[in-house]
T-cell receptor, first 109, second 112 residues
Framework: GQNIDQPTEMTATEGAIVQINCTYQ??????LFWYQQHAGEAPTFLSY??LDGLEEKGRFSSFLSRSKGYSYLLLKELQMKDSASYLC??????????WGAGTKLIIKP | IAGITQAPTSQILAAGRRMTLRCTQD?????MYWYRQDLGLGLRLIHY???????GKGEVPDGYSVSRANTDDFPLTLASAVPSQTSVYFC???????????FGPGTRLTVL
């Protein structure tokens, strides 16, 4: 079956760096997405990786290793507004998005 | 309007009643999707449409139906609601250029 694994919850301190990991086993691979979802709101797009390596976008970076079925989202200079759930999703061979359950990130002052 | 809108924002429904959740996008995206999101679970795909006039079943289609008469609208119908359909429902769309999905604000549905 298809499976996306990410930690349920993480805690970090304002101003610090946090890495959220995602491992996947899917039927085919056509890219990996990271979304941010604040409580009570819709998911919003953060990043897309289809080739191995690091993609940097401001304070957020996303890394992909296709051979290891692994990705991470790196958040730098954490702000209180970064408190949210972070969703990992893989586009499978049918171009359907398979979603992880999300990682709830709690930022403490 | 800009982006995707959903209606209603929230609804409490008696079991057995019929309900249609509305979704409209103005981005001229060809593909549209309906998901449900339950606590502790990832987003689960209910139905999708790759282009106007076509629809397909997702992971959890039972009890739901959709139609895609035009590019902009993608309503989701619960023919006879059951309590297990209590959830937050998100509509999303994507263009043929990228596979990035953009989400509406969601509908919180409670079936009693």
């Amino acid at each position: 079956g298809q499976n996306i694994d990410q930690p349920t919850e993480m805690t970090a301190t304002e101003g610090a760096i946090v890495q959220i990991n995602c491992t996947y086993q899917t039927s085919g691979f056509n890219g990996l997405f990271w979304y941010q979802q604040h409580a009570g709101e819709a998911p919003t797009f953060l990043s897309y990786n289809v080739l191995d390596g690091l993609e940097e976008k401001g304070r957020f970076s996303s890394f992909l290793s296709r051979s290891k079925g692994y990705s991470y989202l790196l958040l730098k200079e954490l702000q209180m507004k970064d408190s949210a759930s972070y969703l990992c999703a893989v586009l499978d061979s049918n171009y359907q998005l398979i979603w992880g359950a999300g990682t709830k990130l709690i930022i403490k002052p | 309007i800009a982006g995707i809108t959903q209606a209603p924002t929230s609804q409490i429904l008696a079991a057995g009643r019929r309900m249609t959740l509305r979704c409209t996008q103005d981005m001229r995206h060809n593909a549209m999707y309906w998901y449900r999101q339950d606590l502790g679970l990832g987003l689960r795909l209910i139905h999708y449409s790759n282009t106007a006039g076509t629809t397909g079943k997702g992971e959890v289609p039972d009890g739901y139906s959709v139609s895609r008469a035009n590019t902009d609208d993608f309503p989701l119908t619960l023919a006879s609601a059951v309590p297990s359909q209590t959830s937050v429902y998100f509509c999303a769309s994507s263009s043929s250029d990228t596979d990035t999905q953009y989400f509406g604000p969601g509908t919180r549905l409670t079936v009693l």
